[in-house]
């Protein structure tokens, strides 16, 4: 269902797609059960922070001692977007403009759209990096960083931006149970 409500058309008759979108989009607003699912999801990747909000590393595996920017931080923003774009009706694919959005029409505060933006394109700013440090050492780019080859000013706004995706994941669950979407 997520990558339906993501996709783009790339060829062909694109009229089919928008068509199809603002149906099946006009279906979902007010189907309570299919938002709920599509909350449940959106609530299944959480931001890697502990109590006190301290940075919360893998324990095991090939990635011990890092965070996965992708999966605990970036997926989560385009998921509380998507969400907010099919709470309100909305055909955006774009998370920017999702989120852009769910501000104007009233799903979201603009503090708080600003807020998920800004995160997101710390988030993926951070990443790439990561990735750009990776490829230069010969290593293969992935998601996974160590809070080490960063900057205590760094790390601190790493974690400012998970923090705004909990608290914004903390809003939507509380909102969407009390049936305000």
Known sequence: TCVF???RAVHGRSELL?????DVLERTRKQSIFLAYMVGNALSHQPPLGMFNQLTLLRSGEHKGTVDLKHNG?????????VCALGGGDES???HDRLLHAASGGILSENSSR?????????????IRHQARQ?????PPDNFLSP??????????????????KTLQEVLG??????RF
């Open 18 to 22: 928008g068509t199809l979108r603002r």
């Open 135 to 139: 490829m230069a050492q010969g290593q």
């Open 93 to 95: 694919v774009n998370t």
């Open 174 to 179: 509380q909102r969407f149970q009390a049936g």
């Open 74 to 82: 970036i997926v989560p923003i385009v998921d509380l977007a998507r």
């Open 148 to 165: 080490t080859e960063v900057s205590n000013f760094e790390r601190s706004q790493l974690k400012d931006a998970f923090r705004v995706v």
């Open 5 to 7: 409500f993501d996709m």
């Open 115 to 127: 807020d998920l933006r800004d995160a997101l394109e710390f988030l993926a700013a951070t990443r």
